[in-house]
């Protein structure tokens, strides 16, 4: 990670010393005379140039962290399938995985609630958007990022699969618990006819989890191609701008982390410390790489090495990669009101509480959906018309706040595991 950042710290600033002859450049490419320029002109040209010329270098390094991510997309959906079935068949009927599945999603509905309201407090407190009297972008930029607002039809149409297969190849995560659960209780409700189907499961398990080591032998070039990348495009200048911003919201996180998950494992008698200590190579991955996704195979290991069963976390862990996505859940709220503040828009306290009500539900379902919390925010702006540019006032250092919720998002999911591992009794 370190000599990523190195790295492309070099290469950025080696781009930005090798202007371009811009006046060259504008007569090739629009075959005008010179004198009809303007200076200011000339300046947006060689910045769109420089721009150019560093995504595409960028583009380079970023192939070994695709290359790593669609490794670990290829785990994904096999090994999620796997564990489930074979979790929910351990459990053995409909009643057991009812129990356990209602105090699943009782905890995930109370941190979800928590993580949005902690985001509130955070960006009121701070108020960055006023503070920091960022330049606004022009009225209707594009963002390129469209957004999505989840009512009841689409969210039963994204949960219920029309077809398994489909759904895998999509790697659409609710889709293939849903049917992971059905099939797990009809193999576990038929007895002995059942035992060879689930015995395969168990195999495939085992056979996804060593795959799965021979994938994360590739992560730290994937690592360092992701971080290289990254600076390269946005050079760690960019960071002097946002400094406030990242201390408010990194401050957000640290607080859940350690003071909202560590309360509610003091209060379930868990040993909070021990439990990062055992994922602390799934946190780094998911810090690294931006990417909740890429550390789920590792998570899971992780945890049941700490001792929690397989039953447990083969089940909470699925469910928690769309319900519970703490870190993500926080931002939403935070980002929300940051741009709100960023155009000088005051939010009624009312309307704060009804945002993090709307978001409760709109939240759910969207692990899928790529850059899913920029796309749940563009709807929130919308709703509460909000400019929908705004949203660009984040992308220039979304990615480093990405590596903070991914993060997040796996401590949350690990602590939700073994809360619900000891409601159901189990002492690791």
């Known amino acids: 990670m370190f000599v990523g950042i190195i790295l492309g710290f070099i290469i950025n600033k080696s781009i930005t010393s090798n202007k371009l002859n811009v006046e060259r450049f504008y007569n090739q490419q629009q075959n005008e005379k010179i004198k009809t320029v303007t200076k200011t002109e000339l300046l947006k040209l060689e910045t769109q140039f420089l721009k150019a010329q560093k995504k595409k270098i960028a583009g380079y ?41 209602l105090k699943t999603m009782i ?7 928590i993580a949005l309201a902690l985001g509130l407090i955070m960006v009121n407190l701070f108020k960055p958007g006023t503070v920091m009297h960022l330049d606004l972008p022009e009225v209707n930029a594009s963002t390129g990022i469209k957004a999505n607002t989840q009512d009841a039809k689409n969210f039963i149409d994204h949960v219920i699969p029309e077809s398994i297969i489909k759904s895998m190849a999509a790697n659409d995560i609710l889709p293939i618990v849903v049917f992971a659960l059905f099939f797990g209780v009809a193999a576990a409700s038929i007895g002995s006819i059942g035992l060879p189907i689930i015995k395969a499961f168990d195999s495939l398990a085992h056979v996804m989890f ?9 992560a730290p070039i994937g690592v360092f191609g992701a971080i290289t990348a990254v600076v390269i495009q946005q050079g760690l200048d960019v960071l002097s701008g946002y400094v406030y911003l990242i201390a408010c919201f990194f401050t957000g ?11 509610i494992c003091l209060l379930f008698k868990i040993n909070y410390f021990k439990l990062l200590k055992d994922i602390k190579e799934p946190i780094l991955l998911a810090f690294s790489t931006a990417s909740s996704e890429s550390a789920m195979p590792k998570t899971i290991e992780a945890l049941e090495k ?30 929300t009101v940051f741009i709100a503040q960023s155009y000088g828009i005051d939010i009624s306290t009312a309307d704060q509480i ?14 899928g959906v790529p850059r899913a919390s920029l796309v749940v925010i563009a709807g929130m702006l919308t709703m509460f ?8 006032l984040l992308l220039a250092v979304d990615q480093l706040l990405d590596m903070g919720r ?18 159901e009794g189990e002492k690791f």
Do not use: Q
């Open 354 to 367: 009804k945002m993090m009500l709307i978001l409760l539900v709109t939240s759910k379902g969207m692990a």
């Open 385 to 392: 018309k909000i400019p929908g540019e705004g949203l660009l």
């Open 210 to 218: 060593k795959v799965t080591n021979f994938v994360m032998s590739f």
């Open 61 to 101: 390094y970023s192939i070994l962290s695709d290359i790593f991510l669609h490794l670990i997309k290829m785990i994904i959906a096999p090994l999620v399938l796997a564990v489930l079935v074979l979790g929910v068949a351990k459990v053995g009927d409909f009643k057991s995985v009812g129990r356990i599945g």
């Open 306 to 335: 700490h001792g929690i069963s397989n039953r447990i976390v083969s089940f909470v862990l699925p469910l928690g990669y769309s319900f519970n996505l703490d870190g993500s859940i926080m931002y939403m709220t935070f980002a």
């Open 406 to 423: 991914s993060a997040t998002n796996v401590v949350g999911n690990a602590v939700a595991s073994a809360v619900v591992a000891r409601l």
């Open 253 to 263: 996180l640290v607080l859940f982390v350690f003071g909202i998950l560590f309360l």
């Open 107 to 113: 905890y995930f509905t109370s941190a979800t609630l």
